[in-house]
C-alpha cells in the first residue's frame, strides 16, 4: 500500500462512544475527519426497553457532551440522573455515602444507555460537514509512513490517506495489534452478570454498590424505576446465575444485596461480560495514537471506563488542534507524546485503584476485613477526604483538558 494524496487530516477506526466523540471534537477544531465504523448505531427502539449496556457517566463527561452539543440530544432521550451514592461491605459494618447536596452540586453523574449516547453522537457527526462518515466498513490494513503520512485500507477496498490515524476499536483493537504494540494485561478471573431489574422498593436516585467476597454488586438508578445491574462473580458462579430461570435468578440478586430495595420482582437482559485489565504499552507512535479501550481496560466497579476515554478524548483533540493551530505536523511522534504523558499516568493510577479496592473487598483475611470497615467508616465521617474521593469519581480533579473544565479556562 502507497501513501497517497491526503484525503482526510485524521482517520479514526472506531466509532463508539469514544471514536464518534473524537471525531466531533476534532471536526470542530476544523479538521477533515474520516470516522470508520463496522456496525451503524441504533436511532430508534421500543419506549418501554433498557440497553442492556449502561454507563455511570462523570460530571466531566456531560461536560464535553454540552461543549460537543451532543448531551441536549442525551437529555431528551432519556437518562438517569443520580444524586447520591451508597457503598458498603458484605462482611461488617462499615459503610460510605456521598450526598451530591454536600458537596454543593445538583448531581453525582448520569446513568445512561449506551445507544441513547450513540444516537445523539450520531446526530453530531451528522451535523458537521468537515466529519465523513464510512460505515458500515472494517479497517483492514495501513501503512504508516514517517515522512509522509498513514494511508489505510477498509474490508471492501477503499483506501484513505491522512496525516495521523486513531485507533478507538475497542479492547481487542486491530489498530494496536497491526502497529506492534504490546500490551500488560491481567484476568480477574471474574464475569460481569449484567442485567436490568425491578424492585419492591423505589432506587431514589441513589447508586448502589455492595462488596461481596466474590466481587462487587452495583445497583445503577434507571430513568424508567428499574436499575441495571453489574454482578461481578468468578466466571463458573456467572454461568450459574446466567442460567437460571428468572424467578430463581431475582429470588439470589434479593438476598445476594442483602433486600437493600426489597425482594426483585422481575428481570430482563442478562448478559455476561469476562473482566480483564489491559493498557497498551504506547499510547502513541509516529502517525498513531490510541483512545479509550483500545489503550486501557479497567475493572467495572467504579463505573470509570468509558469516562477515562472521554477524558483521552479531550486532552488529544486539545493537543491535535494546538499543534494544528501552531503550523506543525499532527502525527509527528514528538508532539503526541504530550498526549500520552498527560494520560497514560492518569489512567495507569485509577487502573491501580481499582486492583487495590477489588483485592482489599476480596481478602477473607481478619485484619483486612477490619481496615476497610474502620477505612469507610472513616472516610465517611472526613468530609474533606470524602469530597475529594467524591470529586474524583467525578472526574472534577487532576489536570483536565479544556474541553472538560467546568469554566473552560483556557
Ligand atoms: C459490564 C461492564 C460495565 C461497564 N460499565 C461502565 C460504566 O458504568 N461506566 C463507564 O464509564 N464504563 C463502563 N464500562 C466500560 C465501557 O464499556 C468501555 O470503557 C467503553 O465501551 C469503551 O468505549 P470505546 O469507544 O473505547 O470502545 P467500544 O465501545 O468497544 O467501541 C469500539 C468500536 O470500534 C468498532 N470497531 C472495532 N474494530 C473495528 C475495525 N477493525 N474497523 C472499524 N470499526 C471497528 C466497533 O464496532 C465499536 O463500535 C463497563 C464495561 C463492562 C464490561
Known amino acids: 500500500?502507497?501513501?497517497?494524496?491526503?484525503?482526510?487530516?485524521?482517520?479514526?477506526?472506531?466509532?463508539?462512544?469514544?471514536?464518534?466523540?473524537?471525531?466531533?471534537?476534532?471536526?470542530?477544531?476544523?479538521?477533515?475527519?474520516?470516522?470508520?465504523?463496522?456496525?451503524?448505531?441504533?436511532?430508534?427502539?421500543p419506549a418501554d426497553?433498557?440497553?442492556?449496556?449502561?454507563?455511570?457517566?462523570?460530571?466531566?463527561?456531560?461536560?464535553?457532551?454540552?461543549?460537543?452539543?451532543?448531551?441536549?440530544?442525551?437529555?431528551?432521550?432519556?437518562?438517569?440522573?443520580?444524586?447520591?451514592?451508597?457503598?458498603?461491605d458484605a462482611a461488617g459494618p462499615g459503610r460510605i455515602h456521598f450526598d451530591a447536596a454536600e458537596l454543593g452540586e445538583p448531581w453525582l453523574g448520569h446513568i445512561v444507555e449506551q445507544r441513547v449516547i450513540q444516537a445523539a453522537l450520531l446526530d453530531g457527526q451528522r451535523a458537521r460537514p468537515g466529519l465523513e462518515r464510512l460505515c458500515p466498513a472494517e479497517l483492514a490494513d495501513f501503512h504508516l509512513d514517517d515522512a509522509a503520512g498513514v494511508s489505510a485500507r477498509l474490508g471492501d477496498g477503499r483506501e484513505l490517506a491522512a496525516a495521523l490515524l486513531v485507533?478507538?476499536?475497542?479492547?481487542?483493537?486491530?489498530?494496536?495489534?497491526?502497529?506492534?504494540?504490546?500490551?500488560?494485561?491481567?484476568?480477574?478471573?471474574?464475569?460481569?452478570?449484567?442485567?436490568?431489574?425491578?424492585?419492591?422498593?423505589?432506587?431514589?436516585?441513589?447508586?448502589?454498590?455492595?462488596?461481596?467476597?466474590?466481587?462487587?454488586?452495583?445497583?445503577?438508578?434507571?430513568?424508567?424505576?428499574?436499575?441495571?445491574?453489574?454482578?461481578?462473580?468468578?466466571?463458573?458462579?456467572?454461568?450459574?446465575?446466567?442460567?437460571?430461570?428468572?424467578?430463581?435468578?431475582?429470588?439470589?440478586?434479593?438476598?445476594a444485596f442483602d433486600y437493600e430495595l426489597g425482594a426483585i420482582t422481575r428481570v430482563s437482559g442478562r448478559g455476561g461480560f469476562p473482566l480483564r485489565r489491559l493498557h497498551a504499552v504506547d499510547y502513541v507512535q509516529q502517525r498513531l495514537a490510541l483512545v479509550g479501550d483500545a489503550a486501557h481496560v479497567i475493572h467495572p466497579l467504579a463505573g470509570q471506563g468509558v469516562n477515562l476515554g472521554l477524558l483521552d478524548v479531550a486532552a488529544l483533540a486539545e493537543v491535535v488542534a494546538d499543534t494544528a493551530a501552531a503550523g506543525r505536523d499532527i502525527g509527528a511522534h514528538t508532539n503526541l507524546r504530550r498526549y500520552e504523558r498527560w494520560r497514560r499516568g492518569d489512567n495507569a493510577l485509577m487502573q491501580s485503584a481499582m486492583d487495590g479496592f477489588k483485592w482489599l473487598f476480596a481478602s477473607p483475611l481478619t485484619p483486612v476485613r477490619l481496615l476497610r470497615n474502620l477505612g469507610l467508616g472513616t472516610v465517611d465521617r472526613l468530609p474533606p477526604l470524602?469530597?475529594?474521593?467524591?470529586?474524583?469519581?467525578?472526574?472534577?480533579?487532576?489536570?483536565?483538558?479544556?474541553?472538560v473544565r467546568p469554566d473552560n479556562r483556557a
Do not use: N
Open 1 to 45: 500500500m502507497q501513501t497517497s494524496e491526503p484525503s482526510h487530516d485524521i482517520i479514526i477506526a472506531g466509532g463508539g462512544v469514544v471514536g464518534a466523540s473524537l471525531a466531533c471534537a476534532l471536526a470542530d477544531a476544523g479538521l477533515r475527519v474520516a470516522l470508520i465504523d463496522a456496525r451503524e448505531p441504533a436511532t430508534d427502539w
Open 49 to 88: 426497553s433498557i440497553d442492556q449496556r449502561v454507563y455511570a457517566i462523570t460530571c466531566a463527561s456531560q461536560t464535553l457532551f454540552e461543549r460537543l452539543g451532543v448531551w441536549e440530544g442525551i437529555r431528551q432521550r432519556g437518562v438517569s440522573p443520580y444524586q447520591a451514592m451508597e457503598v458498603w
Open 167 to 255: 485507533g478507538a476499536d475497542g479492547a481487542g483493537s486491530r489498530v494496536r495489534e497491526l502497529a506492534g504494540i504490546g500490551v500488560e494485561t491481567h484476568d480477574y478471573e471474574q464475569t460481569a452478570v449484567v442485567a436490568v431489574v425491578a424492585s419492591e422498593r423505589a432506587h431514589a436516585g441513589t447508586a448502589r454498590q455492595r462488596f461481596l467476597p466474590t466481587g462487587p454488586l452495583a445497583f445503577l438508578p434507571l430513568r424508567d424505576g428499574r436499575c441495571s445491574i453489574v454482578w461481578s462473580t468468578t466466571p463458573l458462579e456467572a454461568e450459574r446465575l446466567l442460567a437460571l430461570p428468572d424467578e430463581e435468578f431475582c429470588i439470589e440478586l434479593g438476598q
Open 386 to 403: 470524602k469530597s475529594l474521593l467524591a470529586r474524583h469519581a467525578m472526574g472534577r480533579a487532576g489536570d483536565l483538558p479544556r474541553l
